[in-house]
């Protein structure tokens, strides 16, 4: 695969709350660096996204987009990201079925005394993305930046 | 059949234990029936009609015929009572309000395929014993039976009845069907052939929103694509991002809830294997979280309202099939 | 339209040095909307506060985006800061552009313009936000507390303590549960019934608790602080305000072949009984199953020899309705049925015995008075074989994943206490682990090997086999010696599994709270929250949440009390503003929200819509109780109508945050 | 008249497609034919009409009508109106042919509609004339003789042939331009074929259909027929009918938000949905007995009353062929003709 070096992808992370948002925080505190391309919607709990979100930020211009959640078993809601768990499942096996290429969604666990996880997390994803390029497949041509 | 149906419907509704009947009334041509609601013997006997031909679910409509007063007889086919269930399992229909009278299914025919064929004018269908003889403007034309079934009474899963008050005819049973094999066939492509395949069929699709209204799974009070409030909503595929999302939201919503009655296939106009979305979420459904037929009862929870402590991990779309 | 303020704060160089702080002030000034943007050296001090407050006055903020450390930080001391200034607080959004942004960047250009990207999220987020106000909800200052044993009366005990009024809800005649029935406690091999009963007297006695004994609860409705509950008190046919316990019924009584559940069916009772002698209430109960009078009509010795007239056999059931702010689920446990245990013999000969019942048989008030026979033939046993681990730590269907905690210390005890007491008998434990973790538990198992010659093998126990001669054969393997055992046993005593109690979980469905695979009680932290079950206002003591020892049991009955006061304490509790609510023009009450909510605060109503046509339409919609909603937002995915919508974290906030990260 | 056989008509294609774009009928899967830009090798259909009809070329699905760009707090307004090239369109039946003269009556009459008289300016649409009509075919119905089309020029096939007729300028200019490839024919044949056709016309399923007893005059009788209640019974609400129908001719305009600035676009809307013409108030047609009964009353009633009599339906039958529920126009003026 070509690999454009100035390609600088778009990457949404949505974090909930009270494990990857903060095990995000904790990477800063331990200024652990990671690309600028991460940009973090901060949600109460991985459950509170929706597939909706999730295409949207591919319409609008994303070229990734991952999801943070509690470990399983450690929600503070106690089930949210188990729901998250299916429903991302399903949701990403859809778009591997339209033939949307797989390293463009992703969804971690991070604690939050995972910093080095979600720094290295985001390393990795952020290569993968890049090694992509960008979103094609499912971009709407009217949102390209002109 | 049809006479059994109409005998035992006039029989009902004399007895007062009906008010209404849904079934299908008789069109122009010898394919074109339209579900309707009769209260009256002489309708029925004039204007009923059960053939080849009598494919519509009418499940859907009791969501809001029970909302009337009175109750009403549905006649359901075994993949109508799945819809039918699963409507009761959401609160959507009043049970008490329908006598369900169970019937046996298709093989149905899909008059479009008989038109492929090149086949026109076409006057009256007979089935003589599985060859269609079709009487049309330009002569006699015949072809199989089996070349003109609907595609989804070709991949019927079920020839049972999950719910009814009482059954004309025998019952049958859940067929090992073959119907995900195209969901494999296509898993088994690269992205880019799926991708390929995915955009020469979304891209026919003039969101007439046919397959969102037929399917008894979408009975929204008002649904995410009508609504301003969504941030979703939208009129046209204006552009090849909106056929994509109206299709995966869609079949999202759906999930865990189609109950795979293939409407939505049948309805739309521009013949997109729409059905394909919704079994390839029934395929992962069944493989990842077990064996789960929606419809099948109205007590069981939906695979994506439950979930197990061990449940696989969305990592495993990367892991699995062809990339 | 609206005004909204930026301010950006530098938090000295943490920010500064690598975000260019007036480039991100002054791009964000160019946003819709925004009148003000501001930099800031502290924010947070006082007088960057005092910026912030100025600005809402002056300007007439309808919204502020502070861009500065993570929300985790401060956002409440910006909210805090709003409110005082009379903007509400939940129209303040935080960008973070410290831990994630100028902490791990380390180009200026770059941390700038994700700085500003961030920030202009957080302006198109605060276009949206919606002025909350946390709602007050009252608390009724009494507890319920369901299950009577030793779990539960603690946990009553203590709030009443604190000053509150408390009910327990005992389904048997007699609180006192599975401790009543045990002889002796380890490691102190004190008397149970010597600790135990006092502490029933004391809860009988004291003003602020009400017994609900041979009661169940039937109905529970409402929300943290204000529980509605229905108790049914079930009929024993006997006036409970009139019995005095003086027990002439109990004797006069001529139907006595009743199997006696207190003593596991070891032995008999009448059919009007008293469950033992400082059972409290000390209340007798008819058993209708067995009453003759109830039955045939023809007896009444009882209603006769009651002197104060207490005898009612045409007591029926009663419902009691009563509010609680709070309900603590003390159901404790049962030792597993073991009929599937072929292998043990349990079914076919008597004197295979589980270990609660061979402490009814050690027990003073046991069938035998205290002197440990053989049930079969009333023999004194001397060679007694334990087997630990039935139906613990098992893999198959018959029994339990987990480890019953207690066994491996219950069966020290025992050994020890037939050696003390017999010394001529031989005792055989054969077991996988023994597990002593436990203040002086090590040093009290090693007593029974050490001192008490107790014969310890490590292996399995294959069959148990009775003989014609009454001993019966014990087939085992000393998994050290590696070698295949044949003890000729008198007696063998099964350490059966424990498990949650089973009638529990109906229970569990309408205190909305989770259960796990076992049927144990789901705390809401493993860790952090032991005691509180997920659900506001419920909270966990004993063994129904896991299997425990008495001082554990004690330990965690105290706490879920200290829980339960805590919240008793309150006259009213705030409830969080970001909670779901459903748009009910939109929900299809299809119930799939209802579903996976973890605190069951959806519930459904039914209500009359005024249709276009100018009809009316009854349709069942969703209802959100914010009280009990914690905000999660798994109801606003389930939902397909897209009905159901999270305050704080709306829809349309997420989506305009993603709009503006992605353009 | 002018003809060029069946067998060199792809170089007829090819020598047209090279000047301008080129649309024909052409197969999509078997039994489903669409317009397809001509490219060198493609076959017409053999099907008698495409599923979507060619309203498409000039009045499409969705269309740009202006953007709006914002920077920081001043919004620029960018009109994106640019002259349309030049096409053809061959093949078009003669029931798509004259909704476009029902089209024109909407969009052409003042205040005119640039976007659509653009392309209609710059289209040119050939037409060809129905051998073998189907069981759906009522376009006889409005007066139209499917054996001479109308359209800038009409084509005519005798089985071997292709004959040309220009019927204006913009036709005569078509046919100019391909001249070298055509050559004077007899077209006896074609007499036969057009005889044949016209019998068949009169043993259509439909032929007998009328619209006598409809127009204008009916508005009262037929809006408050109590028919209506029974044949919306089992109506959807959902676009076929309308998105598959030459005439239909309802829009919406919308805003999408790219991201660095608006898209202000039209789109077709259907009077079947419960959200057309939605306003602050609400709907003004709240059941689908009322957006049901709007979609004929209009075709049948309203839009011959506005219009000289011209009904707004040209018989094409594809709603008899797409709707999911088989109810449509025939089905409705049977049941609610008042004689």
Redesign the interface.
Known sequence: MQVNENFEPVIVAFCCNWCSYAGADLSGTNRLNYPSNVKIIRVPCSCRVNPMFILRAFQKGADGVIICGCHPGDCHYTSGNYFTRRRITLLYSMLDFLGIERNRTRLEWVSAAEGAKFAATMEQFTADVKALGPNRRLEDLRCRKQ | MQEAMIKRAKELLADGSVDRVIGWKRGEFAYDMTPAVFTSAEELDSEFIFDDFTSANVSKYLVKETAKEGKILAFLKPCDTYSFNQLIKEHRIDRDKVYVIGIPGGPKLDIEKIKAKGITGILSVKNEDYTLKIETLYGEETMPFSEAILDKCASCKSKKHVVYDELIGEDGDVLDSNRFDMVEKLENMTAQERFDFWRDQLSKCIRCNACRNVCPACTCENCVFDNPKSGIDNKAPADSFEENMFHIIRAFHVAGRCTDCGECSRVCPQHIPLHLLNRKFIKDINELYGEYQAGADTTSRAPLNTYTKDDCEPSIVHERGVE | MQRIGVFVCHCGTNIAATVDVKAVAEALG???GVVISQDYQYMCSESGQELVKNAIREQKLTGVVICSC???MHENTFRKAAASAGLNPYLVEIA?I????S????EVA??T??AI??GK?AVAKVHLNTPLNSMESPVVKRALVIGGGIAGIQTALDIAEAGFDVDIVEKQPTIGGKMAQIDKTFPTLDCAACILTPKMVEASQNERITIHSFSEVEDVKGFVGNFTVKIRKKARFVDETKCTGCGLCTEKCPMKKVPNEFNLGLDNRSAIYIPFAQAVPKVATIDPNYCMMMKTGKCGVCSKVCSVGAIDYKQQDTIIEQQYGAIVVATGFNPINLDKYDEFAYNQCPDVVTSLELERLMNAAGPNGGTLLRPSDKSHPHTIVFVQCVGSRCDDEKGKPYCSKICCMYTAKHAMLIREKYPDTEVYVFYIDVRTPGKNFDEFYRRAVEQYNVHYIKGMVGKVTPKSDGKIDVQASDLLANEQLHIDADMVVLAAAIEPDKTARPLATMLTT?MD?NDFF?E?H?KLRPVES?TAGIFLSGACQGPKDIPETVAQGSAAAAKAIGLLCKNSITCNP?VAHSDE????????CE??C?YGAIT?IDKEFR???RTT?V??VASVNPAVC?????C???C????MD?NG?S??Q??A???A??? | MLKISKSKLNELFDAVSAKQTLYIPADREAGAAEYRKYEKGMELTSELNTVRSAKDFFFPQTENLADFKIEGKTIEVKDVREECEDFVVFGVRACDARSFTILDKVFLCEPVDSFYKNRRDHGTVVTMACTRPSETCFCQTFGIDPTVPEGDAACFDDGENIFFKANNEKGQKFIDSVASLLEEGDTSKLDEVQAKTKAIMEKLPLAKLSTENFGGDKLNEYFSSDKWAELSQACLGCGTCTFVCPTCQCYDIKDFNTGHGIKRFRCWDSCMYSDFTKMAHGNPRLTQLERFRQRFMHKLVYFPANNDGEFGCVGCGRCLSKCPISMNIVKVMKALEVK
């Open positions: 160019h946003e819709p993570s929300p985790r973070n410290r831990e994630q942004c902490w791990i960047h380390k770059n941390a313009d994700k990207i961030l999220a989770q695979t789901t809401a493993p997920a970001c023009l939109m929900c299809n009450g299809c119930s799939s579903k996976v973890p459904y249709m276009p046509d339409k349709r069942r914690q905000g999660c937002g798994a606003t995915v389930a397909p109508s897209g009905a999270l974290f829809n349309s997420i989506m945050e993603v709009d990260i992605c353009k």
